[in-house]
């Protein structure tokens, strides 16, 4: 068990919908990063929060969006479905270094698998 | 820009024989460089890094070894488990390029052990 939790584990939806993937780092861990996993593209790094903001984008579509909050969950908002974004994602975190940088070793949660029928 | 390529799996091994799985690196300065594993419907856990040149990485009787020379991390075990059976991943994290804001992953190489 790394520490990072993510709910839900299964998330099954229709084209055009919304949905809402939640994230809890390890206690104390400043930063959190997504990243999806599809058989066709393998594991791709799409954003990454420290204490609240946005410090580098991936391979992020514009219909995607994440952010972090005062307590350091993080959300990752997927909108107007398509077939193509079913894939399992990942929220990481890694511990905070001094002067706001952030360690090199990131620690996984269990993902979310996203169904999009 | 950054990239890491592993070798195709999958690797079909018979229990207690020694693994290799090659990973070589593309990258601008010096990479932390990671192995994770990923079992079947779980998540990705940490397995080994290393920082630097020549540092070593060991953890559960893995083992892989930063060449900078070979831009290599190759991982091995002496003698594997059925229990390894699972999907390995290299990956790299750049200080230069991205300042360690992400994980630069292979493609996976999946292992099979059979007793």
């Known amino acids: 068990d790394s520490g990072v939790t993510q709910t839900p584990k299964h998330l099954i939806t229709a084209t055009g919908q919304r949905v809402t993937l939640r994230c809890s780092p390890r206690s104390g861990d400043l930063s959190v990063y997504w990243y999806q996993q599809s058989l066709d593209q393998g594991l791709q790094f799409l954003i990454h929060y420290y204490n609240g903001e946005e410090r580098a984008k991936g391979n992020i579509l514009e219909r995607f969006s994440a952010q972090q909050f005062p307590d350091l969950h993080s959300e990752l908002n997927l909108s107007s479905l398509e077939l193509g974004d079913s894939a399992l994602y990942f929220c990481?975190?890694?511990?905070?270094?001094?002067?706001?940088?952030?360690?090199?070793?990131?620690?996984f949660g269990p993902g979310t698998r996203l169904t999009v029928l | 820009g950054d990239s890491v390529t592993q070798m195709e799996g999958p690797v079909t091994l018979s229990e207690e024989a020694f693994l290799t799985i090659n990973c070589t690196y593309t990258a601008t300065g010096y990479p932390s460089l990671f192995w994770y594993v990923q079992y079947p419907g779980e998540g990705l856990q940490l397995l080994l890094k290393a920082t630097k040149a020549d540092d070593k990485g060991s953890n559960k009787g893995f083992e892989a070894t930063y060449r900078k020379e070979t831009t290599s991390f190759h991982l091995e075990k002496g003698s594997v488990q059925v229990s390894d059976s699972a999907v390995y991943f290299c990956a790299l994290s750049d200080p230069v390029n991205t300042g360690f804001q992400k994980l630069v992953f292979g493609t996976g190489t999946r292992l099979l052990v059979s007793p």
């Open positions: 990481a975190s890694s511990v905070a270094l001094a002067g706001g940088f952030s360690s090199d070793t990131q620690y």
